[in-house]
């Protein structure tokens, strides 16, 4: 089979190393571009993991280039540029996988909590890169917005549970994530002594995620849930976990109906006892636990934050919107131990 | 003023460990007799940290010696070991701190959720010990039932907003708590491999902490909540975080309502920020925070659990059995950096 | 090309898991009998990270039905159980890649830090399978025996520099390993409260890994130096970083002594930085580091502690053994970040 | 008997913390004024973990004031601010324990390996403030340059053994530490996911602590012994190791020697056993342990390297140049676990 050219704009940060990593595996994608914002380095110098693995030349990202080499590109940038980069790529017919929040949201909910948006065309297309819900258009679309990594596994826990959910009880999400979520960037917050033996929450009940995850549970179910998620920062590099507290209307084998829904999920495995982070740790894989005490249901679902919650879940939509299947090259044997 | 002899029985875990370290720089209280069940060592063999420190002897748990040597004995033995224990010592009027749960719960909740009581007289007397509420009660108390360390947390947390609370709503806590809660026994999920890197709920909505936290809240209110409380192991040797979900029937200012119960609690520090462990890791205190969406209440609350969840606690109603300011010899001073 | 059937002897350890990891990627290796000690098990109950991955039934081990189902076996037993393991599968002309110490060391040597050696027959025809050194004689073999962890990289960090080397001078090895090394058995000093925010040495001086690094180095340079080994136990799961002390007669370009001794190895890398152990995490490479003042050399080698110092170097060695490339399916991308 | 006032300068870092936590609990010190390069704050805001504890005031650091309201001023400042500020304090008339590097060193080397020295004219009666050695220096010192963690922790492991030492042979030094030693500022080296799971070596055989050892241990035998020292970052915040390698001309009895050379020093315990970080974390113990083959010696010692490795030190050198018993108010029992 021919190969499929691919570009990785924003190959400095972890979500970057992730995509090179799945990619120079990958049978069918080709890295025929990467591109840094100041570009004049080498994918080993960025990662000196890469070393004698991958050492290919690192460029100043530029749109026509991109268009020049590459069919598809994954833009692991920030929110704000991503967009500016993607309305010029899609202007030069190359599809875009999208890992910022740019066109994740809807208009207002975007503008509300990030920026004006200066993509507003492209952002009606956008399809939300949730495979395990909307294959059938992310195989047709040339822009596809990755979902956020606390909003990928708090939806895939609550999915299944909507239709019987009490309509007027809140739902309540405890997120843990490991400090490669944070991104590279040295702070206070990620300082070593900050993070080791400790855990605190950041951001409760006004993360951005929020609303990302409150609009995704609205136009699945047509019911404005409310949704309350406080996330926490773990003393750990990679894996998310998160606990989510719902209420049924009625008793429900709450067991039976995940198991119904994810019957034919590749990515979704259901677990007898509570899942942690390390079995996903390196894959692509979305674990859920179930657990209830009469109409009070706690879902416990794992991802690692850097794949599932990030670049493997980027690949998929990439395979996906190139007609290849949605497995290929795609992560499944866990770092564990 | 004259010192007060005080006795450890059970000295070789974590929490035997941390009450030799609170009592030897105790300015009113002397050890003068620790043991464990089998005897015949030093406690710096025990614990080697303690080589040129404390290298007290260590004896085979006899309740007669007790009585000769100490008005008052701290028990930290595994449940049922404990109640024989205590029944034997209270006969010999000495006072007892009991760290493990067999005074903690009504008679048909421990024999429901532990084992056959064997001490159904002095299950009727004993004060829980949590400072914050039953303080004049401890005082006359000869024998106090030390928390659950979860329970400590949880209850400290949400208290000051039982008065609020909608009744009909369960009230969900997603516990974090540090592996050095489920002792020093070697064990495949003790294991370093098993809990580094990684984070898991166990026992979820199972835990024996779970009809503990409900019986003191509705003692305390007068009302039945429902109570859904999910425990996780953190990669963290000591610590406690407690996220508590409730609603109110009315909006409150949250913030206030805490700030206002605890006005008087030396123990008690209500956080601006969300708190974290460390910052109570080495300490007594319980620092709590609030927010609020709504009628939607966040409750973060943190403590160290093998000091305000156990030892620490213990030596304050200690002080308070013995008439001392509950202040006296309790450790403020966190670990941290 | 036609696949190989191979054989996990072994399969509930951590090697073991690696192993499976790495085989069921291979694209010539086909795993066709897996088994433990018990056997009456699913590789995805002895590592449930596997679930939906690896589900392969694992059979109580029979050295006849290895036999029947595979060319080469892979044994990831303990010592003393490894080697009538061995002699049965030669017996039956199935090859050994042995991951215990049993055939590692000449018989007086073994005899004296093990146990009575029951196979010395093919104890002499075993080939010690570090590649960099014993290529040609490991593609003729039938039984390697795998290198120790230790050994493997601090051979590797000391074998350029033996020519070079004062005779009279001690080589001191400060070696740290992360706890995977100490094996998935529940233990106080693998407990996580235990080596958690800790380190410290254990049978320094006294490893039985001293007497392996110090036999090869004796068969590599015909002299008999003296080594002192000292290991130390790291905060981590997964790694081991090696500090070499040595001493030169001569000033020496040690960087390039180094360089030069390695430019034809596929799976050493030579840093320009101190080497850390996140690099060669996941991985089969030694990554190593030399910097030196006068006479006096520092080597820092890294290496994964169960890939390059247990499984991956395992399938290097039946890549050879088997004629095939010794790159074919061996993990080279890090699990970095 | 009358509280003496000290002053702590430079209290926003790690050192400056431990500091306060010492001095609050000090029977004899009395802190009277507290500054930073600053100002302007409250210790509780430097320092959450205080809140409730101890809010003192904190000012912009001024000589004068110092000298109005304090006897002795403990500088926890960055070399080169830190001499310029002695300097002005000791024309005050003010005593003080200098935590840099300012006065530890010769002028020669100082200028070396730091930079210019400002205070030539104190540097010359500034005593080298290890306890075990210089206590009477120290008590008539009115400035004592409180030495390097890596020093304090090599330097007691290796001295008991200078005089047998063999006078050829370089003494290597192995060294690790625990993040906090690199300071509280974030940096990529600092981030959690650079050092969690990951052990390296940094600036081998270049460190300025190197220098430091090497011209204590001259002066202390009159020998200029080749030191090769080594320091790596651990995955742990608190606490350092040392694995000192050192040759004997004769054998001797290394465990006798430890034993008597320290045999009064409140301070310094011998272990049976290879040290760990935990048991001296907390405290101002330096714990050491002996290991010999032949004329080769293993030393491992532990300090805490906040504490022994600064600030209870510090506060050691303070007792003593005010006449108090070493031991007032010094941390021994340890934070394990």
């Known amino acids: 089979m021919k190969k499929i050219n691919v570009a990785i704009i924003g190959a400095s940060g972890y979500t970057g190393l992730e995509l090179i990593k799945i990619l120079i595996q990958h049978p069918h994608f080709n890295i025929t571009y990467i591109a840094t914002t100041e570009g004049g380095t080498k994918a080993s110098e960025l990662h000196p993991a ?11 990202a530029d749109a026509k280039e991109v268009a020049q080499k590459a069919e598809l590109a994954f833009l692991a940038l920030p929110h704000k540029a991503a967009m500016g980069f993607a309305k010029e790529l899609l202007g030069l017919h190359v599809k875009v996988v999208d890992l910022s929040a740019d066109y994740r949201l809807e208009l207002e909910a975007y503008e509300k909590h990030y920026c004006e948006h200066e993509d507003k065309e492209h952002l009606k297309e956008a399809v939300y890169g949730l495979p395990e819900i909307n294959t059938e258009k992310i195989k047709k679309a040339r822009l596809v917005a990755n979902p956020g990594c606390y909003p990928t596994a708090s939806i895939l826990g609550i999915l299944p549970f909507l239709a019987y959910l009490n309509k007027e009880a809140p739902i309540f999400i405890d997120a843990k994530s490991g400090v490669s979520g944070a991104g590279k960037k040295p702070s206070t917050t990620a300082h070593f002594v900050s993070i080791n033996e400790n855990i605190f929450a950041y951001n409760p009940l006004k993360h951005r995620h929020e609303p990302e995850i409150a609009e995704k549970l609205r136009l699945f ?6 949704v309350n998620f406080v996330p926490h920062l773990l003393p750990v590099s990679r894996g998310m976990l998160i606990s989510s507290y719902v209420q049924t209307t009625e008793m429900i084998d709450a067991k039976a109906v995940l198991t119904v829904f994810y019957a034919q999920s590749p990515f979704v495995r259901i677990r007898e006892n509570p899942v942690d982070i390390k079995s996903t740790a390196g894959t692509n894989f979305c674990d859920i636990f179930v657990s209830q005490k009469g109409k009070s249901i706690f879902i416990s679902s794992s991802i690692d934050n850097l794949l599932r919650g990030a670049s493997s879940q980027a690949v998929v939509n990439a395979n996906l919107m190139c007609g290849l299947d949605e497995r290929t090259g795609i992560p499944i044997i866990a770092y564990v131990p």
Chains 1, 2, 3, 4 share one sequence.
């Open 221 to 226: 179910s047509g019911h404005n849930f409310e």
């Open 50 to 60: 890469l070393l004698g693995v991958f050492e290919q030349e690192v460029f100043k």
